[in-house]
């Protein structure tokens, strides 16, 4: 898992309320990413952020808003607006080399009660 | 636009065996490919990648993974499998904009 790290492991929430994921990663890498996992779909993108101070939407943006004001630090708020959110986070980082692979985090699972 | 397809769910193999697990990819400009493992409620890990040069790629755990451009395909080859390499795996590509975009999964299952 690198020297990324997500925070908590396991989440659970109440209908209507906001929840916020930690991700905080000590590569020094410039981009980092947030994913959601599915059973049998993969992993989507929801935001990206190549430098701090600025991120991208992703696929599957909606109902979810992220910060990027460290370098090392990209938190993701799951929103009431996320209709479905229960699912597996994952959160990566690779720095600015086109060869390079991304680092993943060990994930958080939410779930929604 | 980019994307990866891995066309088994699911693939079977007995210890000791040989084992493929299939990918094809669409890109524009050079692929930058990549595999990763991931066991149940972890994270990916990184196995190998394909960047440019010689086509058959090795990585970690005995892993390894033959470039085809003409079929647009990186397949992920093991010679002889153990019932450790039983997990979820997962090909993607890079874009030159700094985007991954993975596929959709393959279970191994490494029987004894």
């Known amino acids: 898992d690198g020297g990324i790290t997500q925070s908590p492991k396991y989440l659970f929430r109440k209908e209507g309320q906001n929840v916020t994921l930690s991700c905080e990663q000590n590569?020094?890498?410039?981009?980092m990413y947030w994913y959601r996992q599915d059973p049998g779909q993969g992993l989507r993108l929801i935001y990206y952020s190549q430098i701090v101070n600025d991120f991208q939407k992703g696929d599957i943006a909606e109902g979810y808003s992220v910060s990027r004001e460290k370098k090392e630090s990209f938190p993701l708020t799951v929103t009431s607006a996320q209709k479905n959110p229960t699912a597996f986070y994952l959160c990566a980082s690779n720095p600015h080399i086109s060869t390079d692979t991304q680092y993943f985090g060990p994930g958080t699972r939410l779930t929604v009660l | 636009a980019q994307s990866v397809a891995q066309p088994e769910d699911q693939v079977n193999v007995a210890e000791g065996n040989p084992l493929t697990v299939k990918c094809t990819y669409s890109?524009?400009?050079?692929?930058?490919l990549f595999w990763y493992v991931q066991y149940p409620n972890r994270g990916l890990q990184f196995l190998l990648k394909y960047i440019t040069g010689d086509n058959l790629v090795k990585g970690s755990y005995g892993f390894e993974a033959e470039f085809n451009k003409s079929q647009t395909s990186f397949h992920l080859k093991k010679p002889s499998a153990l019932v450790s390499d039983s997990a979820l795996y997962f090909c993607?590509?890079?874009?030159?904009?700094?985007?991954?975009?993975f596929g959709s999964g393959t279970k191994l299952n490494v029987k004894p």
């Open positions: 890109v524009s400009g050079n692929p930058y």
């Open positions: 993607a590509v890079r874009d030159s904009f700094n985007k991954f975009y």
């Open positions: 590569l020094n890498h410039d981009a």
